[in-house]
């Protein structure tokens, strides 16, 4: 049974940082694509960052710079560190695991709030 278990979410303010951690199991880590989504309010998911082929990265234009995607795989883990939040981060933050066959695996989300 597959599940990704994300952690880490939480309200901080505006400039401030977090980290959010996917700790993953029932899937061989190092075979699938992870990476991180989000659903802001009134929006459709979109992809914030992941992984290409091995240790490539891809950041959507709406966090380059500010956002960096890590992974631990001796512990079946991936990261996103989150620097200089803003409030249109304010978001559901969900974990996938992209199988070679597409397949999708989704954490339920971890809520990551931006205000003053």
């Known amino acids: 049974q597959v599940q990704l278990v994300e952690s880490g979410g939480g309200l901080v303010q505006p400039g401030r940082s977090l980290r959010l951690s996917c700790a993953a199991s029932?899937?061989?880590?190092?075979?699938?694509?992870m990476g991180w989504y989000r659903q802001g309010p009134g929006k459709q998911r979109e992809l914030v960052a992941a992984?290409?082929?091995?240790?490539?990265?891809m950041y959507s234009d709406s966090v380059k710079g500010r956002f960096t995607i890590s992974k631990d795989n001796a512990k079946n883990t991936v990261f996103l560190q989150m620097n200089s939040l803003k409030p249109e981060d304010t978001a559901v933050y969900y974990c996938?695991?992209?199988?070679?066959?597409?397949?999708?695996?989704w954490g339920k989300g971890t809520l990551v709030t931006v205000s003053s």
């Open positions: 996938n695991a992209r199988s070679r066959y597409l397949t999708d695996y």
């Open positions: 029932g899937i061989i880590f190092s075979m699938h694509r």
């Open positions: 992984f290409t082929s091995g240790a490539d990265t």
